[in-house]
């Protein structure tokens, strides 16, 4: 039986600041530069993409908490 997506931060590679663009884009199987774009539309649209992404920062699970060993 096939586990179940988990949304996470990335520790490595896609992590620029704190992995909450490269957790999601991993989630969604898509690149995290457009996830970052998307997260700066916001920030500039309306400024609720920094309150969003602190949020994040502090409720997603690092990926090493979800999957121990990885």
């Given at each position: 039986?096939?586990e179940?997506?988990?949304?996470?931060?990335?520790?490595?590679?896609?992590?620029?600041?704190?992995?909450?663009?490269?957790?999601?884009?991993e989630?969604?199987?898509?690149?995290?530069?457009?996830?970052?774009l998307?997260?700066?539309?916001?920030?500039?649209?309306?400024?609720?993409?920094?309150?969003?992404?602190?949020?994040?920062?502090?409720?997603?699970?690092?990926?090493?908490?979800?999957?121990?060993?990885?």
């Amino acid at each position: 039986m096939e586990e179940p997506k988990r949304l996470y931060r990335t520790e490595n590679g896609a992590a620029m600041l704190c992995g909450v663009c490269g957790g999601i884009a991993e989630y969604f199987n898509i690149d995290p530069s457009i996830v970052r774009l998307l997260w700066a539309a916001l920030v500039i649209v309306g400024g609720t993409g920094i309150l969003l992404y602190i949020i994040a920062a502090i409720v997603l699970p690092k990926k090493s908490q979800v999957y121990p060993g990885y």
